[in-house]
């Protein structure tokens, strides 16, 4: 059932939103360099793990979540978008300070914020397939893959590699940049949110008993794969961390910016993906909070 709820925005809006994650990703990319990509190569075993459960295990559990509980097809796609983006840049704050690796964390983004140009148009369009209940609702809204990819590419793909060029030529502009941008993206995504909220205030208070628990419960399910995922593959503790920050913190401004841009009319998608957006961050900090005060275990004892 699509919402009656519309979204509107003029041309111009959505070239801005477009634009403004593109500067979002571009800041966060100065302080990449290629050896955050190589030490996937080169030490593979965490990020590969997360990598897996970011782009596979929760596209797939989502889907199978959303089918199982036949949850409504407006909110059920909206959850399925979510599963499908990459790992959110805040992650790496919350694994610092949630005394994880930060180094698997910054390699994982970078990684699937590159991944993520051609696997969330495909899990997107894959998974709201397969769900019979979501399927017809995905005709409804005319997906277009392809038009998906190209953005994702432009506002992903394209920023991080100019973010990484201008880092490598500039790097003490980019160790100044760096905490400003960040403070920066938080706000701008906080934008997206209250834009979101805003424009479907009628179908927020009439719905929020529904999307809330479902937000609550899915990214539970993201941090419950992250971390079981790692603990399977019997990484070390500040590993564990850093997977499951990254699985569980989802980059939903992009899914926003998507949304914004071919689906203005799907009103329910924008509750879950924007309430999505803050929910991480507070379930995130939260997290990063009581690892914090958790001491790590010694080299001994730390795969037990």
């Known amino acids: 059932m699509q919402s009656s709820m519309t979204v509107q925005f003029d041309p111009t809006s959505l070239v801005l939103l477009n634009l403004i994650l593109a500067l979002m990703m571009f800041g966060v990319s100065m302080t990449l360099k290629p050896a955050d990509f190589r030490r996937v190569l080169t030490i593979p075993r965490a990020p590969v793990a997360g990598l897996f459960a970011q782009f596979f295990l929760l596209p797939m559990a989502t889907c199978m979540f959303t089918w199982f509980f036949r949850i409504d097809p407006d909110l059920a796609l909206g959850m399925i978008l979510v599963a499908s983006c990459p790992g959110g840049s805040f992650s790496n704050i919350m694994t610092w300070l949630g005394r994880g690796n930060v180094a698997v964390s910054v390699s994982m983004s970078a990684v699937s914020s590159l991944a993520a140009t051609v696997m969330t148009p495909f899990n997107f369009a894959l998974y709201g397939w397969l769900n019979p209940h979501t399927r017809a609702y995905l005709q409804e809204i005319t997906l277009e893959p392809g038009n998906i990819l190209l953005l994702v590419l432009l506002v992903l793909a394209l920023p991080l590699v100019l973010g990484m060029i201008t880092g ?137």
């Open 168 to 304: 490598g030529r500039f790097p003490k502009l980019a160790m100044r940049s760096e905490k400003p941008l960040r403070v920066l993206s938080l706000l701008i995504f906080m934008v997206f949110v209250a834009i979101a909220f805003l424009n479907n205030m009628e179908l927020f208070l009439a719905r929020f008993h529904s999307f809330f628990w479902l937000v609550v419960g899915h990214n539970l399910l993201a941090l419950g794969l992250g971390y079981a995922m790692a603990r399977l593959m019997k990484l070390s503790v500040p590993d564990q961390r850093a997977v499951t920050m990254e699985v569980g913190i989802q980059n939903s401004g992009l899914g926003l910016v998507i949304l914004f841009t071919f689906f203005p009319d799907a009103g329910g998608m924008m509750l879950i993906t924007a309430f999505w957006g803050v929910w991480h961050l507070v379930s995130g900090l939260t997290l990063s909070q009581i690892w914090a005060r958790r001491p790590l275990p010694n080299p001994i004892e730390q795969y037990s």
